[in-house]
């Protein structure tokens, strides 16, 4: 089974930060995987797709790289309503999908 | 505009069957590309994907839950059923049903979530 391990677990930023969280999964999936965003007490909401590709309405701020097994979640400017979990999703392995641990982006 | 919306016990006891219902609409689950998914998520903890149906009834499942899980779909009704057998305390969750995004197996529209409890 393809495991997912994301990292930091947690982060503390200030509003304007650039903010990196990086997965990494343990063989290769291509660009099979997606970035979440979730605030407490709510459904996750889809950011980024295919790797790279910006989910309709997420602003711009937000931002997607890697291929194989490293994988990078950008947020260019932080905002305060940025401030949440963020999960990634892997989907090449079939038949398993696989999210990783989450990273909490916290007020510094 | 796509909706879902999970429903069923709130509380149950270890060792019975667990079902939940998704009620969904906004598209069809007859539609080629078209999925619904189940996640979960226990109190303070990660998500974790259980099963995923497809519009041709194709199903995917958690490998490690695979034995306890069955994942149904009703068409005409606009639902999906998954069901859990054997539960347990550690099945205390979030139960979330979500669309599956087309040509993808990401997960672009959620529902809001159920809190199953399993205690005795």
């Known amino acids: 089974a393809i495991r997912i391990t994301q990292s930091p677990s947690s982060l503390s930023a200030s509003t304007g930060d650039r903010v990196t969280i990086t997965c990494r999964a343990s063989q290769g999936i291509s660009s099979y995987l997606a970035w979440y965003q979730q605030k407490p007490g709510k459904a996750p909401k889809l950011l980024i797709y295919a790797a790279s590709t910006l989910q309709s309405g997420v602003p711009s701020r937000f931002s997607g790289s890697g291929s194989g097994t490293d994988f990078t979640l950008t947020i260019s400017c932080l905002q305060s309503e940025d401030f949440a979990t963020y999960y990634c999703?892997?989907?090449?392995?079939?038949?398993?999908?696989?999210f990783g641990g989450g990273t909490k982006v916290e007020i510094k | 505009q796509i909706t879902l919306k999970e429903s069923g016990p709130t509380l149950v006891k270890p060792t019975q069957t667990l079902t939940l219902t998704c009620t969904f609409s906004g598209f069809s689950l007859s539609t080629s590309g078209v999925g619904v998914g189940w996640i979960r998520q226990p109190p303070g903890k990660a998500l974790e994907w259980l099963a995923l149906i497809y519009w041709n009834d194709d199903k995917r499942y958690s490998p490690s839950l695979k034995s306890r899980l069955t994942i149904t779909k009703d068409t005409s009704k606009n639902q999906v059923v998954l069901t859990m057998t054997n539960m347990d305390p550690v099945d205390t969750a979030t139960y979330y049903c979500?669309?599956?995004?087309?040509?993808?197996?990401?997960?672009?529209?959620w529902g809001q979530g159920t809190l199953v409890t399993v205690s005795s």
């Open positions: 999703q892997q989907y090449y392995s079939y038949p398993q999908l696989t």
């Open positions: 979500a669309h599956r995004l087309r040509g993808d197996d990401s997960f672009d529209y």
